[in-house]
């Protein structure tokens, strides 16, 4: 018999493949004798993120479904040409089990695993569950969601529903907050507060805090604010210009340390972004990705929000209106410890830091005992 094997199936973005690798660092841990495979992308964020950990990266030629009839032939060719190359390499090696990792790359490796009888599972991280994900159901044995409010929508699709939380990287739970004002160059005695876009970064959020450098500076406190590549001079020379006291950042690896000198943090709603939210438990305020027509991100939101954790903002797609629902979701958030500290404790009680590990065991016990 020769090495176990795991594959990882999809990306084209951190939201998938952060929680994935997450999940084969833990498994490594318990079984070193494993190997691990992504079944990914040919977005450059596959190879930037994959490839640096020592994982095979398999560049598969995917696309969404479309809307528009007329471009469905394509799609159905190219889907069957994924799902033969994924079969094509399990014949050639047989997988130990296939993790899905949600949304439309995940679906060649888990549907021609599941037809040849290898054990599947499923990761779904987001509140509501996707198109891709629930028919991707059907093709699993076990799927594991983030949130109980999840579970019922895979109810009938015959696989087991287990509520594990979603994985995050071992330095967001590690970083200490000293770590992360040396990362960032902060000053010990003020209130740190994070702006972030996640890696693409957030125009919509960018242009409204250009616009709030009079509260910034009032505030006395600092600020790290990862922009994405196109906004980063503005944003940066923006404050500069106007003497707010900030670290502004096109993008970083260092977001673990970002989130551990962070009081509060103004942020998109992705899943992977609220799993490292409650794993540090830290109070946010929440501006939901606007363009989404399942409006997702507005019910991953939710989720925190109900629970005391975080402030929901909606995204007005327009830098004026933002900059005013802004200032009133935060001038209380900033100026009262008290109000932090409970949000930052509701936010705590709702991650679950051992999410990778619960994961990998239950992929362990599906690849069966070891040879």
């Known amino acids: 018999m020769g090495r176990p094997w795991l594959v990882l199936a999809g990306g084209g973005t951190g939201g998938h493949l952060y929680p994935g690798l997450a999940v084969a660092d833990a498994l490594r841990r318990m079984r070193p004798d494993f190997d691990v495979s992504v079944f990914g992308t040919t977005r450059p964020i596959d190879r930037e993120v994959v490839t640096p950990r020592g994982y095979e990266l398999v560049e598969q030629e995917v696309q969404p479904f479309p809307s528009r009839p007329w471009q469905w032939p394509g799609f159905l060719m190219t889907w069957r040409r994924a799902v033969a190359a994924a079969r094509a390499r399990f014949v050639a090696r047989r997988p130990a089990v296939v993790l899905g990792l949600g949304g439309y790359a995940a679906a060649p490796g888990v549907v021609a695993a599941d037809r ?9 991280p987001d509140a509501e569950p996707g198109r891709a994900n629930r028919r991707l159901g059907r093709h699993a044995r076990r799927v594991f969601v983030q ?29 200490r907050r000293e770590d992360g004002l040396a990362a960032f ?24 805090c250009l616009k709030m450098v009079d509260v910034w500076k009032a505030s006395g406190w600092q600020i790290v604010q990862v922009t994405g590549t196109p906004d980063f001079v503005a944003v940066r020379d923006g404050y500069r210009e106007a003497g707010v006291d900030a670290r502004v950042v096109a993008f970083t690896e260092k977001m673990p340390e970002a989130l551990a000198a962070a009081d509060l943090v103004i942020s998109r709603a992705g899943a992977s972004t609220l799993a490292e939210l409650t794993a540090r438990g830290v109070a946010s305020v929440l501006i939901p990705y606007p363009y989404d027509r399942k409006q997702h991100q507005v019910a991953n939101a939710r989720v925190l929000v109900e629970a005391g954790a975080a402030v929901l903002v909606d995204d007005r797609r327009e830098a004026e209106a933002n900059a005013v629902a802004l200032r009133g979701a935060l001038w209380e958030l900033m100026s009262s410890n008290e109000r932090r500290g409970r949000m930052a404790v509701a936010a705590k009680s709702l991650g679950r830091r051992d999410a990778a590990e619960r994961i990998a065991e239950r992929l362990l016990e599906a690849a069966g005992p070891a040879s």
């Open 147 to 175: 949130w109980p409010v999840t579970a019922t929508a895979f109810n009938g699709c015959g696989a087991t529903i287990e509520v594990t939380g979603c994985p995050v990287r071992g330095p967001v739970v590690a970083a």
């Open 116 to 124: 040849m009888g290898v054990a599947t599972a499923l990761f779904n």
């Open 185 to 208: 160059g902060l000053n010990a005695e003020k209130p740190t507060l994070l702006i972030t876009g996640a890696s693409q970064g957030a125009r919509s959020i960018n242009w409204a």
